[in-house]
């Protein structure tokens, strides 16, 4: 691994931002949600600043030809991830991650041996196969987070398909999983775990039949889609802070704040890469329009992370194409201005490879300096 530059946790304490380092020990008191902040017990703004990591063969060195480990070898997994959380919490080394998204990847919750045609399908999901590997390796990871002095956001196994609708397939697994991790004795109100409700809805059923994203009727249909799934989870007992998923690929917002989910510690969890929007990511006037018409509502009401984003000028190893004195800086300078924003990185394999080096740079040393 390949050190690039530190990320810093932040601790905002009323309009002052300062800085607050993690370190390997340190408390993660439970967080809550008031009003548009994060905040910890003793009433201080909190913002998350880390990466995501997803246990699995690909993503821990295969995807690039690399493995760390493989076949189902689930010591060799631990080894892996928790190294990872080791070097990028190492203080003497300038890392300060104070959270990780932890993706439960369909590697461990499928039936092994058997093809899907992607994270969507869920066909070949094994429910006794969640249950054992969430025991086995989700929450061994998650202690380990908190040992790091990490809080962990749990995001579900796979993606959502292309179109999502209640009652449908999606939706009932999306219910039996999420009854099942709100159970959890090591999950649920883990004073270091949060969920996320799902990953990158794209187009909904609306009350009329039809099939679509930005429109009221839709963001309606994707409050009755989640709402249930919340109070199932608070029936269950887990107070964690959810954080709940916009449509578009997470991009788009602006309908749940005239409608939102209700409840105690709702969020709302964003994904931002150049191109969304149809927005020119490279020019402040065109992003700032956009991020303010898609996101800002929400954020005006409730606390963001963005779960997802990355960048590189040729796209090499990220998901999106930008520059980072264009998009970087025009991402960096929202974040800022919300004020309540947490974010991650697509992390650790993109953030240790050199050519993401700005990224990190610039979401640390930014306009305002305090990342």
């Known amino acids: 691994m390949r050190k690039l530059h530190k990320l810093f946790s932040i601790f905002v304490i009323g309009f002052i931002p300062i800085q607050m380092f993690a370190w390997p020990g340190m408390p993660t008191p439970a967080l809550h949600v008031d ?14 600043h880390g990466v995501a990591i997803t246990p699995s063969p690909w993503f821990n060195g295969c995807g690039s030809g690399n493995c760390y480990w493989n076949n189902y070898d689930i010591q060799g997994c631990l080894n892996y991830n928790n190294a990872v959380m080791d070097a990028l919490t190492n203080t003497s080394n300038g890392w300060y991650l104070n959270y990780i998204r932890l993706h439960i990847d369909p590697y461990w919750t499928n039936n092994p041996g058997t093809s899907t045609s992607g994270e969507a399908d869920i066909s070949q999901f094994n429910y006794d196969r ?46 039996t999983v999420w009854n099942y991790l709100s159970q959890n004795s090591s999950l649920k109100n883990a004073d270091n775990v949060m969920f996320e409700l799902a990953n990158e809805p794209v187009d909904i059923q609306a009350s009329d039949g039809t099939y679509g994203s930005d429109c009221q009727k839709y963001y309606d249909a994707l409050k009755n889609f989640f709402q249930p799934i919340v109070n199932m989870m ?6 964690n802070v959810i954080w709940v998923p916009g449509l578009g690929y997470q991009s788009l917002y602006r309908g749940l704040a005239n409608n939102p989910i209700t409840g105690s510690n ?43 984003t990355d960048w590189s000028p040729d796209r090499n190893g990220t998901w999106g194409q930008g520059t980072t004195s264009g998009f970087g800086t025009n991402l960096k300078g929202r974040i800022d201005a919300s004020g309540n924003a947490s974010w991650n990185l697509l992390c650790p394999e993109d953030l240790i490879h050199e050519s993401v080096n700005e ?9 305002q300096g305090f990342l």
């Open 266 to 308: 709702i969020a709302y969890a964003v994904h931002v890469y150049p191109g969304y929007w149809g927005a020119n990511a490279e020019d402040p006037n065109s992003f700032t329009s956009a991020w303010n018409y898609h996101v800002q509502p929400i954020a005006n009401i409730a606390p963001i992370v963005i779960t997802e």
């Open 130 to 175: 969640l249950v054992t590997y969430v025991n086995s390796v989700i929450v061994p990871l998650i202690a380990h987070a908190r040992s790091r002095g990490m809080y962990v956001i749990l995001r579900p196994p796979g993606v959502c398909p292309q179109q999502i609708a209640i009652n449908s397939a999606y939706y009932n697994y999306l219910v």
């Open 359 to 367: 990224i990190a740079s610039i979401l640390i040393n930014g306009s």
């Open 234 to 239: 608070r029936s269950n007992g887990a107070n």
């Open 35 to 48: 009003g548009r902040n994060l905040k910890d017990p003793c009433g201080n703004n909190v913002l998350l």
